[in-house]
Structures are given as C-alpha cells and as structure tokens.
C-alpha cells in the first residue's frame, strides 16, 4: 500500500493525528521541520475530553503518571476569593486538569505514535503542495539536501500558526491581535498559600497574574504587561516576576530559580474553511486565540480526533469520501466559540478601571458561586459539553435527550467508544439489530436510559436514536455513508 496520508508537523496535534490514523490502520507519514524537539513546556494543560479520546490509543495512563492533577481552580483578588472551581465532580473516569509540559506530553505521543508504526521524521520539511480530484502533490526537502515531489491521497496540515499549507493554497486567517503583553515564567518557588493541586488566578487593579502547578514548588507564571509596547513583547526579568508576584499576590510566594522565562501577545484568528479539497487544516494551523482557559491545544488535538475516523473511513474505502465534508463545519463552530471564550475570559481579567474591576469583582462572585453556572462552566473548561449540535451527521432522535451531536459519556466499567483498529459506530440497544453492518462494532452496549436504540459516533457523540425496534431508522442512517 502507499502512504495515503502526509501529516505536516509533529506538534501535540500532528502527533494525535498520525497516532489515531495508524491505530485505524491508515498509512501515514509524518513529517517535522525541526531537527530537533523544542524542550520548553508551552501548553500545559490536558483537558478530561482529551484524556477520554487518547485513553483509547492507550496514552492516558502515561500522561497521568507523568503529569500533576489539579481538581480546583480558584479566582482571588488580594485576600478575598471571587470563586472556587471543581472539577471532581465532572462526568467523566478524568475528573481533574492534567498539567504537563508540552515537550513531555509530545514525548509520550510520539512513544505511541512509533509502537503503531509511525516514524517521526525530523528536519523533513515541506515546501508546497499542489492538488487535483485524485490526489496531493507534495514537495518536501530532506535533511540530505534532497528535495521531492510526491503524490499522497490527503494531507493534513498541523504545521502550526504559521502553517506553510495555509499560506500556499492562499487562506485567509482572519481575525485581531489583542493590544497586551503577558509575561510566562516557569519557577521553582516556595510559600504559596494554595496547595498543589489548585490554579490559582489573582485577579489586580494592574492585571492578572495566574499560577499553573506543573512539578513540587514548581509552577507556571503568567501576568500581563500592559499595553502592547515595540515590535515584540519583551520577557520580564526574574527580579521583574519576582515584584509583579509582591505586587499581585500572594505576597508570600518567593520566586527561586526561572527554568524558561518568554512573552507573548494574543492573536485570535481562524481560517473560513478546514478543508481545501484533499488537504486539511488542524490546530494551529487552523485556530489561535488567547491562552486564557488553556485550550488552544486540546481544541486542535479534538480536530485531530474529529478528522481522524472519518479519514479513516474514507481511506479504506469504507465510506463514501462525502463523509469528510462534516469535518470543517462541526470543527470550525467549535474553534469559534473557544475564541469567543478565551477572549472573553481574558478582555474581562484586563478589565483596568478601578470601579468597574470593583463590579466585576462582585457580580463574578455572585454568578460563579450558582450552582448551575459553576456547572456549565466546568462542561465547557473539561470540554465534556462540546458537541455538534448542527452537524450534518446527525441524524433523527426519540428522545429530547440527549439530541444528536452530544458527547456521550464512557460509561463505567465500560471502555472509550471507538476503539480497535476499524472506526465503527456502536449501538446501545436492549435487543441485536436483525442486520450486520459493516459499519456498526459488534460490541453493543445497554440501552441508555433516555433512549431504546442509540446509534453512537467512533468518537463518542450520539449520531442518532430510534424507538426500540424501528431498526429502519438506524439503516437508512447508516446508508447515508
Ligand atoms: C508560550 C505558550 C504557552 C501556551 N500555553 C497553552 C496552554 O496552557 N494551553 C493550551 O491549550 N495551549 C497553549 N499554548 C498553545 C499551544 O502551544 C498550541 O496551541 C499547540 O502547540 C498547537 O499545536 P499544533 O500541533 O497545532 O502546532 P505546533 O505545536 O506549533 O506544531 C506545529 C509543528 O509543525 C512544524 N512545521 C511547521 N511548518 C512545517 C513544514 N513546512 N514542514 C514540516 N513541519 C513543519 C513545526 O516545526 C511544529 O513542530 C501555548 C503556546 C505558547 C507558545
């Protein structure tokens, strides 16, 4: 067989994307321009969605071991707590926030992705592509000095935000950069009032500063600067962090050693469309926005999840390639709203006027200490309430709920759906259906209580359901493939 799919950059999402295609038995390759991996720790949070979906390539496990948990995130201002958030009680077998350095959970990707057969080939570079309705011209220079072209079935492009496939099919990446600087320090430090399982937000007349726990007294810093000064931000100091740390609070905390100190600016920016006929755009390459919440890179991983199966599925014939057109509508209405959020989140900490700092303050207190908006918050931070409630694949349902296009959620006892090396559908039915499909596992789960026939997707959203018995319904469903 060829290799049918080229994937374009070996971060988080290339990683996850190459990872999912070999478990489903898809030949890849995937290629990375560096020579070498970047050591620094960039995104550090694992969200429980993302756990749940790499649990099935059996990664979880590694990544828990390697990582901290946080069950709790809290907003103080000085002494006084604004809101307290926790995760333990979120519907699903990860209730917590996994912190781990980016270099160490692209490590432990790239282990899983090499036992399924993928080789990550470093300094491999691609130059450009061309496409036409049966196939992708790549051109790609090799570390010998080699350049060649070569012909794929797709392309996904998960070459970051500067994404080299973006800027040759000519996409446009709309969208603003946010007028601030923010400071990021990863510290060893000693006296914080919170324990090690808390992200701790303080929230000053000057700006935020917000604590990230990554390893024993070590912690993720990051605090705004202010207006944007000069070409590029320029770094604090350790002595710099250390006054911004006094200033903001908690003034206990003592800064010791720096292991990587950085500054960014917040671009918020998503392409129209993921999909330029056989090439696909993911994460980075796809969406940026304000780190505020720590999505962005489970939100490009969740492309990966998404474009995975029915990649799959197309590759090996198994379904019509009519299939793949969901994949930019559901992503881009998800990457949409991570940007609305973030931005949100982050303009509402900047907020720099003394009276209404008072009134956030309080009405944040206020709203945040409900019940049934700590809940929605902590669905939408997990990412267990992302669904496609408009996507095209969604077919009819019997119940009010859950409608098609949401998450379902392992049930316990009971694996992750979509595992094997065949991305197939599974049918939670109180009864075998009179038919076998190529499409449907043979593995059938109960019923669940809100539905006599659920038909589930392979990565773990309701695709449609039927009163028990009308196995019609759930055949004319799958002939749509
Ligand atoms: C300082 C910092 C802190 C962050 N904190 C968080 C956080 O807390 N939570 C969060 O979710 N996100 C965070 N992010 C964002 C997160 O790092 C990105 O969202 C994530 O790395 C995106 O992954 P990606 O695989 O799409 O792109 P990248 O990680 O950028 O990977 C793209 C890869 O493609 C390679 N490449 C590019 N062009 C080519 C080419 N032509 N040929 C071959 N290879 C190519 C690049 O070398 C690179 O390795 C942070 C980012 C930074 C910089």
Not at 186 to 213: C, E, M, Q, R, S
Not at 271 to 276: G, H, L
Not at 309 to 334: C, D, F, I, Q
Not at 368 to 380: D, E, F, I, N, S
Request: hydrophobic share 40%; net charge negative; charged share 20%.
């Amino acid at each position: 067989m060829t290799d049918s799919v080229l994937v374009v950059g070996a971060g988080p999402v290339g990683l996850t994307m190459a990872l999912e295609l070999a478990r489903y038995k898809v030949p890849v390759r995937l290629i990375e321009k560096a020579t070498e991996r970047a050591g620094t720790s960039r995104a550090i949070a694992i969200w429980p969605r993302t756990l749940e979906l790499l649990d099935r390539a059996g990664a979880t496990s590694e990544l828990v071991e390697a990582g901290v948990r946080v069950t709790t995130a809290e907003i103080n201002a000085g002494e006084k707590q604004i809101a307290r958030i926790q995760f333990e009680g979120v519907e699903s077998p990860h209730k917590f926030v996994l912190m781990l350095a980016q270099n160490e959970t692209e490590a432990i990707l790239q282990r899983h992705a090499e036992a399924t057969g993928v080789r990550c080939e470093l300094g491999v570079e691609l130059r450009r592509v061309t496409q036409d309705d049966k196939a992708v011209a790549a051109t790609i220079a090799y570390p010998d000095g080699r350049v060649q072209t070569e012909s794929f079935d797709w392309v996904v492009a998960c070459d970051g935000a500067h994404s080299t496939v973006r800027h040759n099919l000519g996409m446009s990446f709309d969208g603003d950069l946010i007028d601030n600087d923010w400071g990021l320090g990863d510290f060893y430090l000693t006296g914080a009032p919170f324990g090690p399982d808390v992200l701790a937000n303080y929230f000053h007349k000057d700006g935020p500063i917000i604590y990230f726990p990554l390893a024993p007294n070590r912690y993720r810093i990051i605090a705004s600067l202010g207006p944007s000064k000069g070409d590029r931000p320029v770094p604090p100091t350790a002595e710099e962090f250390q006054t911004l740390v006094t200033t903001r609070g908690p003034a206990s905390i003592k800064l010791g050693e720096p292991v990587w100190i950085s500054a960014f600016r917040i671009n918020e920016r998503q392409v129209q469309n993921y999909r330029d006929g056989r090439i696909f755009l993911a994460g980075d390459a796809a969406h940026v926005h304000s780190p505020a919440g720590g999505q962005g890179m489970n939100t490009g991983m969740q492309d990966a999840f998404n474009l995975a199966w029915k990649l799959a599925l197309a590759a090996r014939g198994m379904a019509a390639p009519t299939l793949l057109e969901s994949y930019s509508p559901e992503r881009h209405a998800v990457g949409a709203e991570v940007i609305a959020a973030a931005g949100k989140l982050t303009k509402m900490a900047l907020i720099s006027n003394p009276v209404l700092q008072d009134i956030r303050n309080h009405v944040a207190h206020l709203i945040l200490g409900l019940p049934p908006v700590k809940h929605a918050l902590v669905g939408q931070m997990t990412e267990i309430s992302v669904g496609y409630p408009h996507s095209s694949l969604n077919g009819p349902y019997a119940n009010a709920s859950p409608k098609p296009g949401t998450r379902m959620p392992p049930i316990d006892g009971e694996t992750a759906y979509g595992l094997g090396d065949t991305p197939l559908f599974t049918l939670c039915a109180n009864e075998p259906p009179p038919f076998n499909h190529p499409l449907v596992s043979s593995a059938m789960r109960p019923a669940t209580a809100a539905n006599d026939i659920a038909l589930v997707r392979p990565d773990g959203y309701l695709a449609m359901s039927a009163r028990s018995g009308d196995w019609d319904s759930v055949r004319a469903y799958l002939d749509r493939f």
